[in-house]
């Protein structure tokens, strides 16, 4: 009897070790299932990622007789990150766009060549035919100091940290077709320019009244995004903004366009091209000889770029 009851004990012992066994295979085949599956996104609702461009150039020439700086360095960097929402019928789209770059000559010095933070963050909600109720905040400044050089040897300070700050606060309609592009209009926007700093205040700089900090604005805003695979490896990207402030000569209207065509040249190398121009009525950058009056102009910033590219 002793004997049997080993017997059964033993042969328990041996089925609950084969069924840990088994049960422990079942687990394993469940989980490489679930890992084969994981390119099925659907139960994901964010998307987020990003690129990274650092560019550096630099020159020197040594009795060269036909002229020109003994020395040359540029260096600029560029970030562009994205965090996307999706779920149902609501959208909440993130991009932050960061950039910076310096030059270095031995005539001229160090000077600024690029600065820019700009942060937009989009909330919509689908009502049908491609159209979204959206809210929209956008800020855009700068890192560092940016100076007007009249002479070589003299520099005027023009803008700071938050001297200009663009802070933007929109509902509106957005009309989004695809993923490549968006349209978001809105008849009733506020927005406030901040010039933080005493001294570019003092000047009544970028149309902030003499000795204020912030200025306030209230019209209509329209901002087309379109972002496209033009061919292989070539990407574009613009960014079209256009406000009229209904409390100051609205027929002048502030365009704000940036434009960036990127090449990948492979893994790690790429190449960039970037057009800026900016429209503000409000800020004064030209002299009328003539009358003496300063006055608006066009303002372009182009930049050409080549080096180190990572996509994340």
């Known amino acids: 009897m002793k004997k049997f009851g080993l017997f059964t004990a033993l042969l328990l ?14 687990r394993e ?19 987020k990622g990003g690129t990274f461009n650092l560019n550096v150039n630099q020159g020197s020439l040594t009795n060269w007789a036909a002229g020109g700086d003994k020395f040359s360095l ?16 609501h959208e909440w789209d993130n991009t932050l766009d960061l950039a910076y770059g310096y030059v270095k000559t031995t005539s001229l010095g160090m000077r600024k060549s690029d600065d820019r933070i700009d942060l937009t963050t989009k909330y919509g909600y689908d009502v049908g035919n491609n159209w979204y109720a959206s809210g929209l905040f956008n800020l855009r400044t700068q890192f560092a ?21 663009y802070i933007l606060l929109s509902p509106g309609l957005d009309y989004k077709p695809n993923k490549e592009f968006s349209l978001f209009i809105s008849p009733v926007t506020g927005r406030w320019v901040a010039v933080l700093d005493d001294t570019l205040s003092a000047r009544g700089a970028y149309g902030v009244d003499t000795g204020k900090h912030v200025k306030s604005e209230f019209g209509a805003y329209l ?3 379109w ?14 903004e256009l406000f009229s402030n209904y409390k100051q000569n609205p027929g002048n209207i502030d365009v704000f366009w940036t434009n960036v065509l990127s090449m990948k040249v492979n893994k790690y190398l790429s190449a960039t091209v970037s057009l800026d ?6 800020v004064k950058v030209f002299e009328n000889k003539a009358t003496g009056v300063m006055g608006p102009r066009l303002q372009v910033k182009q930049v050409i770029g080549v080096g180190f590219a990572a996509i994340f």
């Open 13 to 26: 012992a041996v089925n609950l070790l084969y069924g840990q066994v088994e049960l422990k295979k079942a």
């Open 29 to 47: 085949e469940n989980w490489k299932k679930i890992k084969r599956n994981e390119s099925d996104t659907s139960h994901k609702f964010w998307k």
């Open 74 to 89: 540029s260096a600029g960097a560029t970030l562009s990150v994205f965090a996307n929402y999706t779920k149902g019928r």
């Open 145 to 165: 100091n940016g100076y007007l050089y009249p002479t070589d040897s003299t520099r005027d300070l023009v803008s700071k940290f938050f001297s200009p700050a």
């Open 223 to 225: 901002s087309a995004n």
């Open 227 to 240: 972002n496209k695979e033009i061919a292989k490896n070539i990407v574009y990207k613009t960014k079209l």
């Open 277 to 282: 121009m900016i429209y503000d009525d409000d």
